[in-house]
């Protein structure tokens, strides 16, 4: 077997801005953990967050809680 090599590795994941449903209402699980996290960090998000900004809002949030480590 051949060891992974993250440094050639390809990942697919896209940066939010990209995403073409990215403007669309953040989903249900995305909005129940926001919710989770910016309660533990003491802060609000809004209803109308849309799924690109939810995103990075919790890429933020994990990293102020530590949930993301």
């Known amino acids: 077997m051949s060891e992974s090599n993250p440094h050639t590795e390809r990942t697919t994941e896209k940066d939010p801005s990209d995403w073409v449903t990215g403007d669309e209402p ?12 910016a309660r533990e960090a003491g802060e609000e998000v809004p209803e109308d967050i849309t799924k690109a900004d939810a995103s990075r809002k919790i890429d933020e949030l994990q990293q102020e809680t530590g949930r993301g480590q």
């Open 26 to 37: 953040a989903t249900g699980a995305q909005k129940s953990y926001l919710n989770t996290l």
